[in-house]
């Protein structure tokens, strides 16, 4: 007799964020570890190119981590390296989301 309740058809891999071309400098950082800093995202990717900017987004009333970060590279090109080298890295104990950040021009579109 099969177990119903153990439908195949249901079972479906870790979620994968939707993967946005990197066409800016800027970037989207996933699965962070709660307990990075902006520093630590400064040393990580400055192994890559030249880092303008890292920002830790952070709930404000509390200032915990949100596991997401963006970080601004120099060039495009810097970032675009920066995707292929550190995607999937394994950093602080999780696996890196790394990817072109969206424009909050697209986001505002209706």
Do not use: I, W
């Amino acid at each position: 007799m099969r177990n119903g309740s153990q439908a195949n058809h249901t079972v479906r891999p870790a979620r994968k964020p939707e993967s946005v071309e990197v066409t800016t400098p800027r970037l989207y950082v996933g699965n962070l570890s709660f307990d990075a800093t902006e520093s630590d995202l400064f040393e990580l990717f400055n192994g890559v190119g030249q880092v303008q900017n890292a920002e830790v987004v952070s709930y404000k009333h509390n200032q915990r981590s949100k596991g997401f970060a963006f970080v601004q590279m120099q060039t495009t090109e810097e970032a675009q390296r920066a995707v292929s080298e550190l995607h999937d890295k394994e950093f602080l104990g999780r696996k890196l989301v790394v990817s072109g950040a969206k424009s909050s021009e697209h986001q505002t579109r209706d």
